[in-house]
Nanobody, 122 residues
Framework: QVQLVESGGALMEAGGSLRLSCVASTDNFGRYSMAWYRQAPGKERELVAFITSIGIPHYGDSAKDRFAISRDYDKNTVFLQMNSLKSDDTAVYYC????????????????WGQGTQVTVSS
């Protein structure tokens, strides 16, 4: 089972930038696609972005043109660079190690980190 530890959440002003990190404890980091999800109060968890095992990024509608996902294979770490933050970005952000279906959709794995809180004040 993959252990995931997120960090980097903070209280930010609208328009600011923030980078989240997630370290995965696994010997097979390069075999996983990695994703960032977020969950705002009273809302369902939503997929923000994922990056395939070979480093191809994909974004949900909320992240397009503002966020960038990347990964460092040497450090077993996946990042989420968030720019032009909005109050709607306020949520707990989680990373996940999973895979990609034959249709190109992300398939979440069973392991989740504890999450990191991002709060954006307007």
């Amino acid at each position: 089972q993959v252990q995931l530890v997120e960090s980097g959440g903070a209280l930010m002003e609208a328009g600011g930038s923030l980078r989240l990190s997630c370290v995965a404890s696994t010997d097979n980091f390069g075999r996983y696609s990695m994703a960032w999800y977020r969950q705002a109060p009273g809302k369902e968890r939503e997929l923000v972005a994922f990056i395939t095992s070979i480093g191809i990024p994909h974004y949900g509608d909320s992240a397009k043109d503002r966020f960038a996902i990347s990964r460092d294979y040497d450090k077993n770490t996946v990042f989420l660079q968030m720019n032009s933050l909005k109050s709607d970005d306020t949520a707990v952000y989680y990373c996940n190690a999973g895979g990609v279906s034959a249709y190109g959709t992300y398939m979440p794995g069973d392991s989740w980190g504890q999450g990191t809180q991002v709060t954006v004040s307007s």
